[in-house]
């Protein structure tokens, strides 16, 4: 019992459970690191550059990622979901189910001899935000870690009608393993981290901003792909509708968020974010012209207000305080966005040949689920509940919250939430 | 019989040589003329490498490091900059620095990675081959290299080079920040001077020459050889070898 | 002069090498190479399979260096590495080629070059590997204690956090007690608790039996580096030394006065701060209050945004709109700065509870006159003037004069205002580049208690990760100084981030090998070349130079 005390929980892989999982793992306590997708990295992989230094988003997190695969305390579990706690700080019981990956983890090369040969096409790749597709069996982007495939169980041929098996006389190191099953797996730790993150606000219920019909109005993180090195244009930014370069693009703050039709509360980062695409998109090419519509305009944390003001100087950044009400497009496909002009009160309708919506970050569709899987409170918007003054402790004694799971927050705030949690985590461990 | 480039690359570890990594597993195609050394930073590199590089009979060399700001080791890429700017216009003396490239490539750049080696293995490959493969040139170009090989590994220009950054941000001794134009007008003539100088030391490293024989095989006036030469006897890398009459001749006792 | 005996593993990696490159062709070059005592090709050489070969070649063979040419070393370099340290060979003495992801999966079009520029490749590991040295890790013993300095509800919390760990910790504090800005401050937001509430933790600090505290102290000199630090403190006009593993800097920040802006005398035009007592003491007479925005903030001399304001100022409003439901509210504000889920709650309700919030523009300030306010307001384009009893300036947070004491002291960075700059803003933003030294609350930016918490908890977390350690362990591959060259220039030691090589207490120059990142740009710099870089020293890559291909 002795041994297992000793160790965490963390449910998420994205930059807050890495954080945690490499603090907790480097202070000499054992990490079970719990994912529900096939890889770890989250959110961050999906970035193509990050505020407030527009440095590479995956070039920062892939060192993180292969140290949190190879740390001797780390163990990774990915394609797995916790499904039971029970117990009480200091020694908990969780009951998590792996599911089945048909790929043997040791043995795959990660070469990709699989999925050229995989006669299924066209499945739309999650990563990302289905603007690519891909086989049966795939991975979500090359530098996945684990580097490992997996494949599709409702779509793959051989374990839906026993054919194809393509994969299988493809496959130099024999890594394929149709036998596997969805495992359940039981475990004790002494304490618990929560970095589960978030899902952004679905767009289509603002009907009025034409999100879902009008081809060439995307959300900031379809955004991140179409303008990413390693994403589906291969970082040359074109219109979905005609594949045209744009010159001309706006951006949206606060959809669904600071709005009490639908979220009320700010989601944190997108004044930043919007400014930093806008910065990226122009130095993709200097004579694209972006405008920001903004509420406030939040950038409180080190650095963010020189960062703003770069944007508005240097990068054709133009900033309008107005509340969008309206998006139309006209016969070549372009969005026209009707707002007020809150300096001459008259409504103004402008075309451009790209908007981008900054669509709110939420909680995770199954974050209910976990909480009563966990026995833990959520707020009243459904995120996990933390202690006022201490965030990151949830209403559960040895259960820890941290990032965007509890509340929107950037990268910065994420890593020392993460932090900060494991220090918590490390109370309860060191005391028994 | 159309000529391939050689080319020899330094990848910094975390970034560029990321990069070339996810180019290969995004399976993207570029030129095979590259030969890649890795580094832990872009500013490992240090100038007497790509002239060694030259001197072999290398094409063109590539130095990728991370983007400015990003550097893995902060500032490292910086100081990278700072020497190939002094390579840039030292090797512009031997009509080399158009052989020379620095570049930024982060990890998540494969498709740039790939770019950057085909734009420049085009180039060089329109250059034509290092013109120290030529018989004709060989000993006049060598000679040139060696000469700023010797310049580059000299203190002097190590030194300006180096204090660069500090003295134009932080100050000197005296506490003084020297705006960074005055320092590059510093550094370009200290670029001058050194190349100049240790072009005499390489044409008289074997055999003593006058002033006036120095003087018609570099082709700079006789005065500025002798200044050249002052200096360079203060510095105790040059000695009179014999005196003809009233001319006397000068040869080099650097050690290698 | 050692016998060098090299034995090289060429990989097929399935087909994804070997269906590409000519192996046999490669294999057969290599073994032609000078110092080469062994070549041969497997299937997967990072295999169990291909492990264990490597291993019994070592024996066989006698080799004393390994090269493998499979994929990147960025993945597979530990991997091969651990193999031949379990088959007695050291570690450092292992060469990686990189034929796949440079090579075959990149040429596919063009196999046979692809296999010329493998057999160069393949050369340039070998000529480096004859030159390799071995290396042993560096270890180091760690005091496992922590020195914070400031005693401030961010330094009084981590050092709590490190004390319930089990670690010595002493709180250094300047003033003559603990407490810092707490001990001014009314009630917090966003739940309007009493500050009090929160300086209950002075009372666990004292009898907590880890931790030493030191009120009207400041250290004076610090010796040392990650693990073995030693700092003097004068306390008073006594002088102690204390022996500590690693050091938290948690001084804060205090508001800005803002002498000369908008009429500010103190009495009935004040600070934020200048009204907490008020409202503690339920002093406030004034009926008609107006609070202003970016008091000395978000302009030339302070771009930055201070955080904490518009919050600050949201809970006095509510607070006297508590005390005095008749009193009348107006906040001109720039950007109401609050982010989130509760803080955006809270200004709504604000708004709700009839606070007036007016946006102003930074070119056309409010102008105060004697009993009333003039402002433009942007949003109903129109000069309104409004009365007023008493005008709260809300004013940014500003560095402590002797940070840059602290900064000279510590050799720690800072940036524009003075905060103190981290390793890297987003993936270490509680560490600074030197190890061992950590950073939380408002020294490092702006941060009201909630946020100084998270903070110092983070911080202590990152310490604790050093502390735990009886010994740090840390990569052999660092820079080495010879004396005998060296000018003692400086320029090294000006030029390292991580204060790695430095000038000793006998005057010589002296890398610090935990310190050192190994980057090698000191050894590029060098005037004299009197630093080697190990694992990358200059004749190594000179030889990879020299066998780079295609002679002439």
């Known amino acids: 019992m002795e041994e297992n005390l000793k160790s965490v929980l963390i449910i998420g892989g994205g930059i807050a459970g890495i954080q945690a999982s490499l603090d907790l793992a480097e202070r000499g306590f054992k990490v079970e690191l719990v994912e529900k997708e096939s890889c770890i990295g989250g959110r961050m992989a999906q970035l193509d550059k990050t505020f407030p230094t527009n440095d590479c988003s995956i070039c920062i997190l892939a060192p993180k990622l292969a140290e949190c695969n190879r740390h001797p305390n780390i163990t990774l579990h990915t394609l797995s979901e916790v499904k039971n706690i029970t117990g009480e700080a200091g020694n908990f019981t969780v009951k998590m189910l792996q599911k089945a990956r048909y790929v043997i983890e040791d043995v795959c090369k990660g070469c990709g001899d699989c999925e050229v040969i995989c006669p299924i096409r066209g499945l739309p790749n999650r990563f990302d935000t289905n603007l690519n597709s891909h086989g049966a069996i795939y991975i979500p982007f090359p530098s996945s870690i684990p580097l490992v495939y997996l494949i599709d169980d409702k779509k793959c041929l051989y374990l839906n009608y026993g054919i194809c098996g393509l994969c299988v006389k493809a496959c130099g190191a024999g890594a394929i393993d149709f036998s596997q099953k969805d495992e359940e797996i039981e475990f004790n730790v002494g304490s618990i ?240 | 019989m159309t000529y391939e480039p050689q080319l020899l690359g330094f990848l910094c570890n975390w970034c560029s040589y990321a990069g070339a990594d996810l180019a290969g597993v995004s399976r993207i195609q570029y030129a095979p003329n590259l030969r890649v050394i890795r580094v832990m930073c872009s500013g490992r590199v240090d100038p007497v490498f790509i002239l060694e590089a030259f001197l072999k009979g290398v094409d063109g060399v590539l130095v990728l490091g991370c983007h400015l700001g990003d550097c893995h080791y902060i500032s490292g890429n910086y100081e990278a900059v700072i020497k190939m700017e002094l390579l840039d216009k030292i090797l512009g003396f031997s009509g080399f620095s158009e052989r020379l490239r620095l570049d930024w490539v982060s990890a998540s750049e494969g498709n740039r990675f790939a770019q950057v080696v085909n734009e420049f293995t085009e180039k060089v490959r329109n250059l034509g081959p290092s013109p120290i493969k030529d018989k004709n040139q060989k000993a006049e170009i060598t000679d040139e290299l060696k000469a700023i090989k010797s310049a580059l590994s000299d203190i002097r220009l190590r030194a300006l080079v180096a204090r660069k950054r500090s003295i134009t941000t932080e100050g000197n001794v005296y506490e003084e920040i020297v705006p960074e134009e005055e320092y590059n007008k510093l550094l370009e003539q200290a670029i001058n001077d050194e190349y100049l100088r240790h072009k005499i030391l390489v044409k008289i490293k074997n055999k003593g020459k006058s002033v006036p024989e120095i003087s018609k095989e570099i082709n700079v006036k006789p005065n500025k050889v002798l200044e050249h030469i002052v200096y360079l006897k203060s510095r105790g890398l040059v000695d009179f070898d014999i005196i003809n009459d009233i001319i006397p001749t000068f040869i080099s006792i650097q050690e290698d | 002069m050692e016998d060098i005996r090299i034995g090289v593993f060429i990989c097929h990696c399935g087909t994804n090498i070997g269906g590409i490159l000519d192996i046999t062709s490669i294999t057969e070059y290599t073994k032609t190479l000078p110092n080469v005592i062994y070549a041969a090709d497997n299937i997967y050489t990072c295999s169990e399979l291909g492990l264990s070969e490597i291993r019994g070649k070592i024996k066989e063979h006698n080799l004393n260096r390994v090269v493998v040419a499979s994929c990147s070393p960025r993945t597979h370099e530990n991997l091969f590495r651990e193999t031949c340290h379990e088959a007695g060979l050291n570690p450092y003495l292992f060469e990686m080629v990189n034929i796949r992801d440079q090579d075959s999966w990149v040429h596919m079009k063009e196999p046979e070059k692809g296999t010329e520029k493998a057999k160069d490749l393949i050369h340039m590991g070998i000529s480096k590997a004859a030159l390799l040295k071995p290396l042993e890790k560096i270890k180091v013993e760690v005091t496992p204690s922590a020195a914070i300095i400031g005693g401030g509800i961010a330094g009084m919390t981590a050092a709590l956090n490190l004390a319930k760990q089990g670690f010595q910790t002493t709180i250094i504090e300047k003033e003559s007690q603990l407490g810092g800005n707490l001990r001014l401050l009314n009630k917090l937001y966003p739940i309007e608790v009493d500050a009090s509430k929160l300086l209950e933790i002075i009372d666990i600090i004292e009898r907590n039996k880890n931790i030493h505290v030191i009120t009207s102290a400041v250290p004076i000199k610090v010796e040392g580096f990650v693990g073995n630090f030693e700092i003097s403190v004068k306390e008073r006009e006594q002088i102690s030394k204390i022996k500590t593993g690693i050091i938290i800097v948690a001084t804060g920040a205090k508001p800005l006065i803002p002498k000369g802006l908008f009429r500010y005398n103190g009495k ?285």
């Open chain 1, 193 to 432: 981290i929560i970095a589960t993150g978030f899902d952004v606000f679905d767009a289509t219920l603002i009907p009025c901003l034409g999100y879902g019909r009008i081809n060439n109005v995307v959300t900031g993180l379809e955004f991140e792909r179409l303008i990413c090195a390693s994403g589906p244009l291969g970082g040359h930014l074109v219109r979905p509708s005609d594949k045209k370069e744009p010159k001309k693009i706006a951006f949206i703050n606060c959809v669904g968020s600071r709005d009490i039709n639908y979220n009320p509360y700010c989601s944190s980062c997108c004044c930043m974010y919007t400014t930093k695409e806008a910065m990226v998109a122009y130095e993709h090419d200097n004579e694209i012209n972006s405008t920001i519509f903004y509420i406030d305009l939040r950038a409180p944390g080190k650095d963010f207000q020189k960062y703003i003001k770069r944007g508005n100087r240097e990068y054709n950044i133009n900033y309008v305080k107005a509340k969008v009400a309206k998006i139309i497009e006209d016969k070549k496909k372009n969005p026209i966005v009707i707002y007020e002009n809150t300096k001459t009160f008259e409504i103004e309708r402008e075309a451009f040949d790209l908007v981008i919506l900054a669509a709110s970050m939420i909680p995770k569709k199954d974050a209910e689920e976990l909480s009563k899987a966990l026995g833990i409170e959520l707020d009243h918007y459904n995120f996990f509940k933390g202690d006022t003054y201490h965030p990151q402790v949830s209403s559960k004694e040895g259960i820890f919250l941290c990032g965007a799971c509890r509340e929107p927050m950037d990268i910065p705030t994420s890593v020392l939430d993460a932090s900060s949690a494991a220090a918590r985590a490390t109370e309860i461990l060191s005391e028994r």
């Open chain 3, 268 to 552: 009935s035009i004040i600070t934020q701060l200048d009204l907490e007592p008020l409202l503690k003491e339920n002093k406030l007479v004034a009926q008609n209050i107006v609070m202003i925005q970016c008091v000395g903030a978000r302009n030339e001399e302070r771009p930055y945004c201070s955080n904490i304001c518009c919050m600050t100022a949201l809970k006095n409003a509510m607070i006297i709109k508590k005390l005095n439901p008749n009193s009348n509210l107006v906040i001109l504000y720039r950007d109401i700065q609050v982010h989130g889920t509760t803080y955006e709650d809270y200004y709504r309700k604000a708004r709700e509870n009839g606070i007036i919030f007016i946006k102003y523009s930074s070119d056309k300030p409010p102008l105060v006159k004697d009993s009333i306010i003039e402002v433009y307001n942007e949003l109903r384009n129109q000069e309104i003037n409004i009365p007023y009893d008493l005008v709260v300036l809300s004013t940014p947070l500003i560095a402590h004069e002797d940070s840059t004491t602290l900064a000279k002291l510590l050799k720690i960075p800072q940036q524009d205002n003075n905060f103190f700059l981290e390793a890297h803003v987003k993936l270490r933003p509680s560490d600074f580049a030197t190890d061992g030294i950590f950073i939380c609350g408002s020294a490092h930016w702006p941060a009201d208690v909630r946020e100084s918490i998270s903070q110092a908890y983070a911080a202590a977390s990152r310490a604790s990760r050093i502390l735990s350690k009886d010994t740090l362990e840390v990569e052999g591959s660092t820079a080495e100084v010879d004396i005998e060259i060296c000018i003692k220039c400086k320029i090294c030691t000006r030029m390292c981030p991580f204060s790695a090589i430095y000038k000793n207490k006998e005057g010589k120059i002296e890398v610090n090998q935990v310190l050192c990142k190994a980057c090698g740009v000191c050894g590029a710099s060098c005037p004299t070349g009197a630093i080697t870089i190990l694992h990358f020293t200059d004749e190594q890559i000179l030889s990879e130079i020299a066998s780079c291909g295609g002679e002439f």
